[in-house]
């Protein structure tokens, strides 16, 4: 495992991002409620932080997800953009 130009992530970030988006898609199409799947996928990433994490670690994780949220970071994906703000077409 590396770590991207800047340090921060590990190259694999993007694959387990994939394979998370897939299993979610999945779990949409068999009709499990968004809170259930939310549920389960945090239990599953708290339980594997706790295992190869101490705990001080992730309450480090776990402020950073709380600034996300009180940032306004993941409104963005809820909220569409203003008009006129979205992508431009090719000229």
Not at 9 to 32: C, F
Not at 62 to 72: D, F, I, K, M
């Amino acid at each position: 495992m590396q770590l991207d130009p800047q340090g921060m992530a590990p190259e694999d970030l993007s694959h387990a991002g994939s394979v998370v988006d897939k299993a979610i898609e999945y779990m949409i199409e068999q009709r499990i409620a968004p809170v259930s799947i939310a549920s389960a996928l945090l239990g599953g990433a708290l339980g594997l932080l706790a295992r190869t994490m101490d705990d001080r670690a992730i309450a480090g994780v776990l402020r950073n997800a709380l600034a996300s949220v009180e940032g306004g970071e993941l409104r963005e994906m809820r909220d569409p953009p203003p008009a006129g703000m979205g992508m431009r077409p090719n000229a």
